[in-house]
């Protein structure tokens, strides 16, 4: 990214936060930045299109932070908790995003926005059903639903204290670890009591377009593929992602050559995290 474009998108947060989006004018971005307002059109064609490229920059390095720190930990409770905590960082960090979004319908007759948004909304939703599962195992199948909505309610009920009350400050790792205490005082009384969910699982599943999801193979896949870009090795892991993707669109995917192909993905710290996402999916322990 260019030191121009940069500036023009951390300035356009600020201005959309206090302003609102509808009210900031591509004159007052360029003047808060010090650059002419024709430099604006060479890195962006309007204001939309900055918008959406602020959101898009955020949430890549938000999901690509959270499956780089997720890589380092086998135990999924250590795991979560890093995870999460890093997500707390980037949030509380990038606080004009979060204020943008309470104060303005960015979704409204952008469907690019919508997208983007939906896309958020599916992957937390997917990224705490996945860590959940590993954590409780398939005890918690029946109310997977009402804990990932009460989970995400502390989660950003929380950040959204902390965003408008300046004066207090919390350590991010010690809250992911609270917000995890909370769950497993929560699924241990659900466990305990057997009462019927609230929302149940099926119901969550269909809302968030499982077959688009996140933790759909091809996906997860997908995502192998852009991080190995990055990654210099003697064509082994080409290999393995070939062998992988036929595996995973042939009729009937061989679990063997699966589990063989993960145990490789393995030997690269940064893509661990995928990998357990394709074990998770095909049942590999």
Known sequence: MKEKERLIIEAAMKLFARKGVSSTSIQEITNACGIPKGSFYFYFKSKD?????????FFSQLKK?????????EDPKERFIKQLSVQLKEFLA???????????????????????????????????????????????????ADVNIIVQGIFFSFIQFLIFENRVRVD??????????????????????????????????????HSQSPSHPLNI????????????????????????EAEITAEKPRTPV????????????????????????????
Request: hydrophobic letters at 40%; aromatic letters at 8%.
């Open 49 to 57: 299109e900055l918008l959406i490229k602020l959101l898009e920059q």
């Open 94 to 144: 990038h606080k004009e995003i979060f204020i943008t979004q309470m104060h303005e319908n960015l979704k409204e007759n952008n469907e690019k926005i919508d997208s983007l948004l939906q896309n958020l909304r599916n992957d937390f939703f997917y990224f705490l059903t996945n860590n959940l599962k590993n954590i409780y195992g398939k005890s918690i199948d029946k109310y997977i």
């Open 221 to 244: 896949l997908n995502e192998i593929k852009e991080m190995s870009r990055s990654i210099i090795d003697d064509g082994q892991l080409n290999i393995t992602i070939e062998v992988l």
């Open 258 to 285: 699966i589990k063989g192909m993960l145990s490789n993905l393995h030997e690269y710290p940064e893509l661990r995290y995928l990998a357990n996402q394709l074990a998770d999916y095909f049942q590999i322990k």
């Open 172 to 209: 991010e790792e010690k809250l992911a670890k609270y917000i995890l205490q909370t769950a497993d005082d929560l699924v241990k009384g659900m466990l305990a009591k057997q009462n019927d969910p609230i929302i149940p699982a099926e119901i969550m599943t269909k809302m968030f377009n």
């Open 65 to 73: 932070k959270t499956e780089q720190i997720g890589a380092n930990y």
